[in-house]
């Protein structure tokens, strides 16, 4: 009896899940034979959802992961169509923004607040920055062995213009009591197994993170509302660190008195060994430590890989190139697959933790096969590898020198 039970109970579960993400009733659902999952919504999804560039790249459809095509970067402000998606659960169905709430709490919150969209907008001076953000994740398809998770290549990276208040204002208008160490986050999206209960993801920062001038509570990218995709209405925006931190459709903030335990905080999640392991290797859970500034890092948006150019003519390449919590110093090419570098023209930061755009011209010698490489370095001096960097578990921060390949004819 007790089996059945478990049965039926599973078969109910699993058809709820079913029917809410194809949006559409399964009319025969109660006919599924258990442990038989329905073919689903990706028959019915072969394109990208509104609003995406059509050449954006459509890793997994659930949950929604959409990657940019590195030519597709080329703008200094990325737009929100080139904008790469990264969710880890369900998107929020119904957002009224008029009843939109912000809390904030927690053990080091010397009190509990909510603050409307309207508070926010109205009771806080508003500043605007241009933040980059990368997926701890990015490049994760150049580690061997694979490890899991999307197999992001170069273009998990997006620098926009975002607008909102200071996370450091509004937490002191609660005020942050003297034991205060972090701050998580909680969205409004769900669990991908629809349990309500359960966050997809609710991770943190350190204070001093949390009190940078950069880090915003925003309701506007580019200058308009946030797209739904991207967090609409309110995200919280951290630039320089994992795009995991900057938690989008933002309802709570807490104030810990110890590291955020939310989810995705622990295991492999986000962490990186704390000394080298063997590629495929394994280590306790108390040997790794959590990803913070992202490391030097560029993308070469112009041209496009696979380009043909004319012989004699010289070439104008540029791209961006971003180092986390620093600036990049320099960024070099090179046409001859490292054997020598040309330094590029780099400019400043618009502000701090934006990317830096760069630009060079190279000439050719003969007709052939190029590779163009293109290498930052930060203001510590430490420069991208020209290799696969250290593999880890989770395959994160392969920060390994972006390649185009083009021909002479
Ligand atoms: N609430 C919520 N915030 C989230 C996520 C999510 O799934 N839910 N994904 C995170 C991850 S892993 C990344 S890389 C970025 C992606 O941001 P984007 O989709 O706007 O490019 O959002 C982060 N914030
Ligand atoms: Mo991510």
């Known amino acids: 009896m007790k089996t059945s039970n478990n049965r039926r109970g599973f078969i109910q579960k699993s058809v709820l899940v079913l029917t809410s993400v194809l949006g559409s009733e399964v009319i025969f659902a109660k006919n599924i034979p258990t442990g038989m999952s329905i073919l689903g919504q990706k028959a019915f999804v072969d394109t990208l959802p509104e609003g995406k560039h059509k050449d954006l790249m459509l890793l997994n459809d659930r949950p929604l992961n959409i990657e940019t095509p590195p030519h597709l970067?080329?703008?200094?402000?990325?737009?929100?169509?080139?904008?790469?998606?990264?969710?880890?659960?369900?998107?929020?169905?119904?957002?009224?923004?008029?009843?939109w709430q912000l809390v904030i709490e927690g053990e080091s919150a010397k009190t509990r607040k909510v603050f409307t969209m309207n508070d926010l907008k109205t009771k806080f001076k508003s500043h605007t920055y241009q933040l980059t953000m990368e997926c701890g994740g990015n490049g994760r398809y150049g580690f061997t062995p694979q490890t899991s998770g999307n197999q992001w290549e170069d273009g998990a990276v997006s620098c926009a213009e975002w607008t909102g208040v200071r996370l450091r204002d509004v937490l002191e208008s609660v005020g942050i009591k003297e034991d205060a160490v972090y701050i998580g986050y909680y969205g409004r999206d769900t669990h991908l197994s629809g349990d309500v209960t359960k966050s997809s993801i609710s991770r943190g920062i350190p204070m001093k993170k949390a009190l940078e001038d950069e880090t915003l509570l925003a309701w506007a990218m580019n200058g308009q509302d946030i797209p739904l995709l991207h967090g609409y209405p309110l995200r919280l925006v951290v630039g320089g660190w994992p795009a995991s931190v900057s938690g989008k459709w933002l309802t709570k903030i807490a104030i810990r008195n110890k590291i955020h335990d939310g989810e995705k905080m622990s295991g492999h999640s986000y962490r990186i060994p704390i000394y080298p392991i063997e590629a495929g290797g394994k280590l306790a859970e108390s040997d790794f430590k959590i990803i913070e500034s992202m490391p030097v890092k560029s993308v070469i948006t112009y041209p496009k890989t696979g380009a043909i150019l004319q012989e004699k003519q010289s070439l104008s390449l540029r791209g961006h190139a971003w180092a986390g919590d620093l600036e990049v110093s320099e960024i070099n090419i090179s046409i001859d697959f490292g054997t020598t570098w040309k330094k590029c023209d780099l400019e400043k930061p618009k502000n701090k933790l934006a990317w830096q755009h760069w630009s060079a011209k190279v000439e050719f010698p003969q007709k052939g096969y190029y590779e163009i490489w293109a290498k930052a370095t930060d203001s510590k001096g430490v420069a991208q590898p020209m290799v696969i960097p250290a593999w880890n578990p989770g395959g994160y921060l392969n920060n390994s020198c972006h390649r185009i390949a083009v021909k002479i004819a």
């Open 73 to 99: 970067l080329d703008d200094k402000i990325t737009p929100a169509d080139k904008m790469f998606v990264r969710n880890n659960g369900n998107l929020p169905s119904t957002i009224d923004v008029a009843k």
